[in-house]
């Protein structure tokens, strides 16, 4: 009882201090002209157009519009080589917290979105609702209507996900499209078959990268503290008019990007804190110092305290299912007292999954739950690298041998219509 009650305290005084730091203050975000000064990398302070022209790359940005009214960032980046383009586009969609910086931040030779561009794909980057690039919409005001902050991951793929679909076969021409999700990117997806298999069949080929589904066997302690903590505190924190959460520009992003560039010292604690965040074991080099330096000025990129708590309760399921609102709240909105469970035998097209065995946010047996669950895997492909962990995916200096050619290999055989 005892322990218990010490436990509660423990995850209560952790989680107010990590809320503290989530929140915006109206002194953040620091001006750029200002950064600059301070010595941050220049990648750190740029959008993707930005970036991808900075190395030499073309860019173009689209907004989309849900069916909810959510108007959403999705870049398209091309090789400024020349490139006879294949014809079915690639859509990436990145994971919790992040936005479609993630898959530059590595740089050219490294970043996935360059190697697939280099490789002559169509490549588009998609930003999912409340990060910075798509904190928009119609007729909510992100800043005033708590309505607007009223998301999950199964919004994300209820609503998201469709709409950038369509919007992208209909700018590409193309009937299909091949989709590379990671994490909460690649979970949304399996959302999206389960409610609107009509959707699913657009697609070609998915890549599931470290795929988060249910989270039962997520080793990451800071993680699993951290999402229980705000699902703990949603009602409180909602009522007290909090509903954003980890915002770029908040007190939480903006000290990470100070800190994490400040110097070599602060620069290795960075990378310290950050790997025990993400894997089981430490695993220091696997992204290079730079790359250090320029991700934390575009992560965290922002999501809603709601989504958060979805994460807390994932911990503790062993199925995959929707939010729970708890059973009176669960029976007026679903028809049933406990949330129902996404149906993952409706992921039609062929799958292939990439994982590491180091991750300590998404585990290899809930990725391994959710395999044998999915009717269609082409492949299973545990990374070599033992130490491998979740974040390496986006950021490590090592994307272009460890999961690159296996994703290009599956990507040009899938590329042809
Ligand atoms: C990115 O930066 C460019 C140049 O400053 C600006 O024109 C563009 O609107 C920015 N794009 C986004 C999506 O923020
Ligand atoms: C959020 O969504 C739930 C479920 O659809 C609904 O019951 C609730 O009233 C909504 N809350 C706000 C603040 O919009
Ligand atoms: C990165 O920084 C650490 C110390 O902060 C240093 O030991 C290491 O050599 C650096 N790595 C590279 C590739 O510069
Ligand atoms: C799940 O999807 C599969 C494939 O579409 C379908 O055959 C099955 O009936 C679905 N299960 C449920 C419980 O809806």
Redesign the pocket.
């Known amino acids: 009882m005892a322990a218990g009650r010490a436990h509660t305290l423990n995850v209560l005084l952790w989680s107010a201090l990590g809320i503290i730091i989530a929140i915006r203050l109206p002194l953040l975000p620091i001006r750029n002209e200002t950064k600059r000064q301070l010595g941050y990398p220049p990648d750190s302070l740029l959008n993707v157009t930005e970036l991808a022209t900075r190395h030499g790359y073309q860019c173009e940005e689209h907004n989309v519009v849900t069916e909810d009214g959510f108007v959403l960032t999705v870049f398209r980046v091309s090789s400024g080589q020349r490139c006879s383009r294949t014809q079915v586009p690639v859509l990436l969609v990145h994971g919790l917290l992040q936005s479609a910086d993630s898959w530059l931040d590595a740089g050219p030779g490294s970043g996935l979105a360059y190697l697939l561009a280099d490789a002559c794909h169509d490549v588009w980057l998609s930003n999912t609702r409340g990060n910075y690039y798509s904190r928009r919409h119609l007729t909510l005001d992100p800043d005033s209507d708590a309505a607007y902050w009223n998301f999950s991951a199964d919004e994300i793929g209820y609503f998201d996900l469709p709409a950038i679909l369509d919007y992208v076969l209909d700018r590409s021409r193309a009937d299909v499209l091949n989709y590379v999700g990671f994490s909460q990117g690649a979970g949304t997806f399996f959302i999206m078959c389960s409610e609107r ?1 009509n959707y699913c069949e657009k697609i070609k080929l998915m890549i599931a990268l470290a795929p988060a589904t249910r989270q039962t066997n997520t080793k990451s302690t800071m993680y699993r503290r951290l999402t229980q903590a705000v699902q703990g505190w949603e009602t409180l924190l909602t009522t007290a008019g909090l509903h954003e959460i980890f915002s770029k520009g908040a007190l939480s992003q903006e000290f990470v990007a100070f800190f994490c560039h400040f110097t070599k010292f602060t620069e290795g604690l960075c990378d310290a804190g950050l790997n025990k965040f993400n894997s089981v074991v430490a695993h220091p080099g696997s992204m290079s110092n730079e790359t250090t330096r320029v991700l934390f000025g575009h992560f965290p990129a922002g999501t809603s305290l709601h989504n958060m708590a979805k994460y807390g309760q994932a911990m503790t399921n062993d199925k995959f299912v929707k939010f729970n609102y708890g059973h009176e709240k669960n029976l007026e909105l679903y028809g049933t007292s406990e949330p129902p469970e996404y ?1 993952i ?2 992921v ?1 097209p062929p799958v292939v999954v990439i994982y590491g065995e180091n991750d300590g946010l998404v585990d290899t047996k809930d990725v391994e739950w959710a395999m044998e669950r999915l009717p269609n895997v082409l492949e299973a492909v545990l990374i070599k690298d033992p130490a491998w962990n979740h974040m390496s995916v986006t950021y490590s200096s090592r994307v272009g041998e460890m999961i690159f050619p296996k994703i290009n290999e599956y990507l040009q055989i899938y590329s042809s219509t």
Do not use: R
Request: no cysteine; net charge neutral; glycine share 0%.
């Open positions: 298999p149906n035998s409706a039609s």
